[in-house]
C-alpha cells in the first residue's frame, strides 16, 4: 500500500512546496525512533562489535563464541545474531559508530538500537538537505530528490531497520556535491569515509578516469586511499586481514539470497552436473561483474554529469545482477542514483523486493522462487524500456 501510494505520488503529483514534503519524509522516518527492528537482526552484531571496542577489544580478532571476556548483555547479543561464527567485515568508520552507542549506552540493548537510529536519522537528515541542493547545482529539478526522500524501502531499511547504507549515502552524496564546487581534496575525503562505511564505493572509483584530468584522478585516488588505509590502522593486527578475507570468501561462495542471473546458473548447474556450483561460481560472477563495472565506468562520455551518473548507476546493478545474495537495503543505494536520472528500473525494484521478505515467513526460511520470478521479469522488463528510452551507448569508447 505504501509503496503504491509512493509511486502514484512520484507519477501524477505535482509538487508545489518541495519543503513540505521534505518535511513528510523526515516525519515517516521519526515514526521508527522509538521502535525495534523487526525486519532484521544485524543490530545485534553492530552492538557487539561495539562493546568489543569498548572494552579494549579488536573486533576484528575473534569470533563472537570464541569471546571469553564479559560484558553487559553478552549472552543475549550471542543469541541474537545471526553470524556468531564468522568474523566481523564491517569497516572501520561502521566500528567507530558502533563504539560510540556502545559508549552511550553500555548496559542496554534497547538503549544502543535508540542511539543507532538517532545517528543513522541524522545522516539521512543530511541527506534529504543536500539533495536539493545538489540538484539544483547540477540543473536537474530539485523536486526529484522526493525520489529518495519518500521512498518506503530507504525509509524502513535504513532509519527503521538500522542499515549503514544511510552513512554511505551521505558520504557519497558530499563527495559528488564537494567535486562539483570543484573542492576535490574535500570530496576525496568524504568518498574514503564512504568507503570506510561500506567496501562498494572502492568498485565506483574507475568512473574518475573520466571525470577528472589525469593528475586529478591520480590524486584523488591517492587521497581516497590514504584516508580509507587511515581508518583501519587503530585496528590492525596480524590476523585482521586473514579473518576479513576469510568472510568475504564466505560470503562469495556460501551465502546465497533473492539472486537473479546466479540462481538461473545454479539451476543449469543441478541439472547438468547435479549439485550447487556456488563454490565455483560465486567468485567467478563477482570477478565478471567487476570488470563490466570497469568497461562502464572508462568510456569517455562519463566526464559530463548525466552520463557520470547513468553509469554508476548501470555499473552497481550490474553488480547486484550478478551478485549471489540481494538483501532488499541494498537497493536504497541504487535508488538514491535514480534520483540524477531518467531509469526507473531502480524504483520499480524497490518496491518488488519486499517480496523476498517471504521467506521469513516460514520457519526454513525457504524463498519463493515464483515471487522472485516475479520480482526480476518485471525489473528487468522496466530496465530494457529505459535503455530503449534513454538511447544508452553501452559499448566502451575507444
Request: aromatic share 18%; with cysteine; charged share 10%.
Amino acid at each position: 500500500m505504501c509503496f503504491a501510494a509512493y509511486a502514484y505520488f512520484i507519477r501524477y503529483k505535482k509538487v508545489k512546496s518541495l519543503g513540505f514534503y521534505l518535511f513528510l519524509g523526515i516525519l515517516f522516518r521519526l515514526l521508527f525512533l522509538l521502535s525495534v527492528p523487526t525486519l532484521s537482526d544485524d543490530y545485534f552484531r553492530f552492538i557487539w562489535d561495539g562493546q568489543l571496542s569498548l572494552n579494549g577489544l579488536n573486533p576484528f580478532d575473534a569470533l563472537p563464541t570464541e569471546v571469553l571476556a564479559e560484558f553487559p548483555n553478552k549472552q543475549a547479543l550471542l543469541n541474537g545474531m545471526n553470524s556468531p561464527n564468522y568474523f566481523t567485515v564491517y569497516p572501520p568508520v561502521a566500528q567507530f559508530i558502533y563504539f560510540v552507542c556502545a559508549w552511550l549506552s553500555p548496559n542496554s540493548i534497547y538503549g544502543s538500537v535508540i542511539v543507532l537510529r538517532v545517528l543513522i536519522f541524522l545522516c539521512e537528515l543530511g541527506t534529504l538537505l543536500l539533495l536539493p541542493k545538489l540538484l539544483s547545482s547540477l540543473k536537474l529539478d530539485p523536486n526529484k530528490a522526493l525520489l529518495y526522500a519518500l521512498n518506503p524501502l530507504v525509509i524502513v531499511e535504513l532509519t527503521g531497520n538500522l542499515h549503514f547504507e544511510g552513512f554511505m549515502i551521505f558520504f557519497l552524496l558530499l563527495a559528488v556535491f564537494l567535486l562539483v564546487q570543484q573542492k576535490n581534496s574535500l570530496s576525496a575525503l568524504a568518498w574514503g569515509l564512504a568507503a570506510a562505511v561500506k567496501l562498494l564505493p572502492l568498485l565506483l572509483l574507475p568512473i574518475f578516469i573520466r571525470k577528472l584530468k589525469v593528475g586529478q584522478a591520480l590524486l584523488f585516488y591517492l587521497l581516497v586511499g590514504f584516508v580509507f588505509l587511515a581508518l583501519w590502522l587503530p585496528f590492525y593486527s596480524s590476523t585482521m586481514i586473514e579473518h576479513l578475507q576469510q568472510s568475504v570468501n564466505l560470503y562469495h561462495a556460501t551465502f546465497e539470497f533473492n539472486a537473479s542471473i546466479y540462481y538461473l546458473i545454479r539451476w543449469l548447474g543441478f541439472e547438468l552436473v547435479g549439485y550447487n556450483v556456488i563454490g565455483i561460481v560465486g567468485a567467478w560472477l563477482s570477478k565478471i561483474a567487476i570488470v563490466l563495472m570497469v568497461l562502464l565506468f572508462i568510456r569517455r562520455s562519463n566526464n559530463v554529469w548525466p552520463n557520470f551518473f547513468n553509469s554508476l548507476l548501470l555499473g552497481m546493478a550490474v553488480y547486484y545482477f550478478l551478485a549471489l545474495i540481494i538483501h532488499p537495503w541494498y537497493l536504497c543505494t541504487l535508488v538514491f542514483l535514480s534520483v540524477f536520472t531518467q531509469y526507473r528500473f531502480a524504483i520499480v525494484w524497490s518496491g518488488m523486493v519486499i517480496l523476498s521478505y517471504f521467506s521469513y515467513s516460514n520457519a526454513d526460511f525457504q524463498e519463493n522462487y515464483w515471487l522472485i520470478a516475479a520480482e526480476y521479469c518485471l525489473v528487468f522488463f522496466i530496465l530494457v524500456k529505459d535503455l530503449k528510452r534513454n538511447s544508452l551507448n553501452l559499448t566502451t569508447a575507444t
